[in-house]
């Protein structure tokens, strides 16, 4: 898994992407698709590229933006190892 923050776009989210190929792109498409903007080239075109993160810098911020909800550390660990696929792991809290 390859782990992408989107932190300059108008809406905060942190993306997981399993392929390795062109991984940015892809996280590009999944927060085009699931967050904001209508295209990886809106995005691209605005300069909006995710910075990538390691596995332990997510899941550092996956557990601090938690740490709120009514979780044990293991269901929290859980449900980030969960995401075997492309998936949002936290998305901006204006967009629930």
Do not use: W
Not at 28 to 37: P, S, T
Not at 38 to 54: F, I, R
Not at 71 to 87: I, P, S
């Amino acid at each position: 898994m390859r782990y992408f923050e989107f932190n300059k776009t108008d809406y905060y989210a942190l993306i997981a992407v399993a392929t390795e190929e062109d991984a940015i792109t892809d996280a590009m498409e999944i927060y085009a698709k699931h967050v904001a903007y209508d295209s990886v080239e809106e995005l691209k075109s605005n300069g909006l590229y995710p910075d990538e993160l390691t596995k332990d810098q997510a899941l550092l911020k996956f557990l601090t933006a938690k740490r709120n909800e009514d979780f044990t550390v293991k269901r929290l660990l859980q449900e980030f190892e969960g995401c075997n696929e492309d998936c949002v792991l936290l998305i901006d809290g204006l967009l629930l």
